[in-house]
């Protein structure tokens, strides 16, 4: 069984930033190192390393890396920039990479925002402990775990602290289509956590929640606007839907740094468009008619009123949003709260 160093997603290596390749898992647990542009930016762009947060993460440590290998000013802007744009959606990567080139020293503040990360996955276990009930039957959907935070997890971390706390909490785990996120790697860190845990087609979590008596569903977030509209994984939005028709409550986890206080509504929110080849092949075995016409949105947003409330590193945050978030906005800065 691999080891939680086995599994660290970002750790800073010197010379490079160090990986786990996210790619290949749950089969073959490899890392990688990154040490130039190119490799920082195919790494983030092919989903090598993913979830908003550990994204955010190694964004940061690259950009303190580039600032080492690349002595030119102008240069090293433009790959900063290169770094900060792989992925258009989530807000932390932009967010990480902004406040590293701000900073005297960078590698100082990327490892400051790597601390950061670990101690508010903590606080937000902690926060959403309560919205758990004993022996809850959770849905999820996408991986929200340590491997996508490079800290304890968002969505799984609550999980997990309710695991530990007693409560026994059965998962029902989304495959995730196209790239099957749930199915590698959540199932994975749920094995690995010691959680009960049913493995579900996308399709399934209408009759899971009208005859498993589902309790409750909790997804991560990769923007959140100001008005509580959340872009996340895509069919977390249909998640939202149907739990609103059966009565669960839908909670969002995510840290301060997701929400995009400059954006008023998820209108404002790029959705990225991935390539055709996801979805009409499987496990690189072609599955549709050549030339299929493809839509493949990597993400969906869902309406503020669908939230149920969110998990924060500063505690839950609940309705009504445009007062709620606004005030989350002027909270400090969480490194001096720990």
């Not at 209408?206 to 994984?233: E, F, S, W, Y």
Request: proline residues 6%; charged residues 20%; aromatic residues 6%.
């Amino acid at each position: 069984m691999p080891t939680p160093h086995d599994l660290c997603p970002v750790t800073w290596d010197g010379d490079a930033v160090r990986y786990l390749d996210q790619r290949r898992l749950p089969h073959d647990v490899r890392h990688e190192r990154a040490r130039s542009v190119e490799e920082i930016e195919a790494a983030i762009k092919t989903l090598a390393v993913r979830g908003a947060p550990a994204i955010g993460v190694f964004g940061a440590y690259g950009v303190a890396l580039l600032r080492d290998l690349i002595a030119d000013d102008e240069a090293f802007r433009a790959a900063a920039q290169r770094v900060r744009e792989a992925r258009p959606t989530a807000v932390n990567l932009a967010w990480a990479v902004d406040r590293v080139l701000a900073a005297s020293n960078m590698l100082a503040e990327a490892k400051e925002i790597h601390r950061e990360q670990i101690a508010m996955d903590e606080a937000m276990a902690d926060a959403g402990l309560d919205l758990i009930p004993k022996n809850a039957r959770i849905l999820t959907h996408c991986n929200t775990g340590p491997i996508a935070t490079a800290g304890g997890g968002t969505a799984l971390g609550v999980i997990v602290a309710a695991q530990r706390a007693g409560k026994k909490p059965h998962v029902f785990v989304d495959e995730t289509r196209p790239l099957l996120q749930g199915a590698r790697l959540t199932y994975f860190e749920l094995q690995q956590a010691g959680i009960d845990a049913t493995l579900q087609v996308d399709g399934a979590a209408a009759i899971a929640m009208q005859r498993q008596h589902i309790d409750l569903v909790i997804v991560g977030a990769d923007r959140i606007a100001r008005n509580g509209d959340t872009a996340n994984k895509i069919g977390t939005y249909g998640l939202a839907v149907l739990a609103a028709h059966h009565g669960i409550p839908f909670y969002v986890a995510a840290p301060r740094s997701t929400f995009d206080f400059a954006m008023r509504s998820g209108d404002e929110i790029h959705i990225e468009e991935r390539a055709p080849e996801e979805v009409t092949a499987f496990g690189g075995t072609p599955v549709a008619p050549t030339g299929a016409a493809v839509y493949n949105p990597a993400f969906d947003v869902t309406p503020g009123h669908l939230v149920t409330a969110f998990i924060t590193e500063y505690g839950v945050v609940k309705p009504p949003y445009a007062e709620t978030i606004a005030a989350l906005e002027l909270r400090p800065r969480f490194s001096a709260l720990i």
